[in-house]
């Protein structure tokens, strides 16, 4: 067998999620809505932290780069699902699809990261609210921003050169909506266990250590607000914890089950519908559950079109 990379330069199929027949115009304008809601709910968040300055805080301005990157994490899939059911193809050429998947990698990586960075800005906020002001200066805020872009940037780029450089031989066909590491492992004629081995450790790291870091920060801030004597404070503490814990758990979860099992244990079904969840799911609920159900949002927002 050829072990040279057969399939440079040539087009890759993706077998999308739209496999059901009579059900595919139902689901294509379910996405199409999910998409059209997400990017809105992220345009509005996003525009009214920069006409208000009272959401000129570190906490708006982490929340302001979360749904910049969810933009951009949805734009980079739904509107090329999108494009090819309504012109009845499958097809990505060899580059569209290396450039999906480093622009993928990358944004999933920032907002994987960033989430951790949010978390701790509510952890020193609630538990060491006298030093809030230097630790959380606007420098530092850029400077946490930077890192999460330019890591994960660093990490997909790494990624994304390696797989595209492997030989892919006999189908070209994608068993999922878009291309993603893992969903074209199976069509390189190489043994990648190895590989698979540097994968984990990347999941672990940009997915695992950040998610940890959220759980041990909401314990810290429960800790403290359950020493508090107010009744009601508690439970909005308790409500704001909840609702954010499971926004982030969605996402955190499903990217983990996709990017630390080998790809002998995928099933491509499967996939796609995790991949849904952290692709399309999470960037709708993310402006809702972490702003929009904010009270100083909601104000901004009343100024804004009163």
């Known amino acids: 067998m050829k072990t040279g990379n057969q399939s440079s330069g040539t087009d890759f199929l993706l077998v999308g999620l739209f496999q059901y027949g009579r059900m595919n115009t139902f689901l294509f304008a379910a996405i199409v809505i999910l998409f059209s809601v997400a990017m809105l709910g992220n345009i509005t968040l996003v525009h009214l932290i920069r006409l208000d300055s009272r959401l000129h805080t570190p906490m708006y301005f982490l929340l302001s780069q979360l749904s910049l990157i969810d933009m951009m994490y949805i734009s980079t899939t739904v509107p090329k699902m999108a494009a090819n059911f309504l012109m009845n193809t499958k097809t990505i050429t060899f580059q569209g699809c290396e450039i999906q998947t480093f622009v993928f990698l990358s944004l999933g990586g920032s907002e994987a990261i960033l989430l951790g960075f949010m978390s701790y800005d509510r952890y020193i906020a609630i538990c060491h609210p006298l030093r809030y002001p230097a630790l959380m200066s606007k420098k530092i805020c850029c400077c946490l921003v930077m890192s999460a872009w330019s890591s ?7 990624h994304t050169l390696y797989v595209f450089q492997l030989p892919f031989c006999g189908s070209r066909l994608v068993n999922h909506f878009f291309c993603e590491v893992p969903s074209l492992l199976p069509l390189v004629c190489q043994d990648t266990s190895q590989y698979e081995h540097t994968i984990l450790l990347s999941g672990l790291i940009i997915l695992l250590l950040p998610f940890l870091a959220i759980l041990a920060s909401y314990a810290q801030v429960l800790a403290v607000v359950f020493q508090m004597r107010s009744g009601s404070g508690q439970t909005k503490a308790l409500s704001t914890c909840s609702s954010h814990l499971t926004v982030a758990s969605l996402f955190y979860l499903t990217t983990l089950s996709t990017y630390t099992r080998p790809h002998s244990l995928h099933d491509p ?22 702003s ?5 949002v909601l104000g901004a927002l009343r100024r804004l079109l009163g």
Do not use: H
């Open 152 to 158: 994960s940037a660093i990490n997909s780029l790494i």
């Open 269 to 290: 079904a499967q996939d796609k519908v995790v991949a849904v969840f952290y692709t399309i799911v999470t960037p709708l609920l993310n402006p809702f559950i972490y």
């Open 292 to 296: 929009l159900r904010n009270k100083e």
